[in-house]
C-alpha cells in the first residue's frame, strides 16, 4: 500500500471517527435537555432535586465508566459491617482476609450508630468494618461474619462497585478467588 493510500484510509478513519464522536455527544446533549423539559412540568423543587440526585450523576457515572475500571462494574463489592469494637473488627477482618473471603478491610473506629431495637432507641458507639470482595463472595462472607460476630443480628450490607481504579480491581481480583 502507497503513502497516499495508508494517508486516504487514516483520513477517512479519522472522519469516521468524529462523526460517531459528535453523534454520541449530540445524543447525550439531546437527552439532558429532554429530561430537563419534561421535568419543567413538575414542581420546580421536585426538578431540582431529581436532576442533582438522578440524573446528573448517572450521565456522569455512564460518562466516566468509558474511560477507567467500568469493564469490572458489578464484579466486585464493598461491605459494610459494624462491630462494637475495633478489637472485635480486628478479628473479623483477619478471618475474612485469611480466608480469602476479602482482599482488604477497612476498619474505621468511633462511628456513632443510632437505631431501634426490641422497641427502644439506642445509641452506642462502634467501629465500621468497609470490606472490598467479589461479588460472588458476599454471600459466603456474610455467612463467616455471622457466625463470628457477638451480635444478635449483624449489619452486613454490600454495594457493587460500579468504578475504580483498574489496577486495585484486578488486585482484589487476584486476591479473592472466584469460588472457594
Not at 432535586?49 to 469493564?71: C, D, W
Not at 468494618?129 to 451480635?151: A, G, Q, W
Not at 457493587?160 to 489496577?167: M, R
Amino acid at each position: 500500500m502507497s503513502l497516499s493510500e495508508k494517508l486516504v484510509d487514516i483520513r477517512e478513519w479519522l472522519q469516521n471517527f468524529i462523526k460517531h464522536f459528535v453523534y454520541f455527544l449530540t445524543n447525550i446533549i439531546v437527552y439532558e435537555l429532554l429530561v430537563m423539559r419534561m421535568l419543567l412540568n413538575l414542581n420546580r423543587n421536585y426538578v431540582f432535586t431529581i436532576y442533582l440526585t438522578i440524573i446528573r450523576p448517572g450521565l456522569v457515572a455512564s460518562q466516566a465508566n468509558m474511560s477507567s475500571g467500568s469493564i469490572d462494574a458489578d464484579k466486585y463489592s464493598v461491605a459494610y459491617v459494624t462491630v462494637p469494637s475495633t478489637d472485635v473488627g480486628k478479628t473479623i477482618g483477619h478471618g475474612l482476609v485469611k480466608n480469602k473471603l476479602a482482599a482488604c478491610v477497612n476498619i474505621v473506629p468511633q462511628v456513632t450508630s443510632i437505631y431501634e431495637w426490641k422497641g427502644e432507641i439506642n445509641e452506642d458507639s462502634e467501629a465500621l468494618l468497609m470490606i472490598k470482595t467479589r461479588t460472588s463472595m458476599v454471600d459466603k462472607l456474610t455467612e463467616f461474619v455471622r457466625s463470628n460476630h457477638p451480635y444478635e443480628v449483624c449489619e452486613v450490607i454490600s454495594l457493587p462497585i460500579k468504578n475504580g481504579n483498574p489496577p486495585y480491581l484486578k488486585w482484589i481480583g487476584e486476591t479473592v478467588p472466584e469460588n472457594l
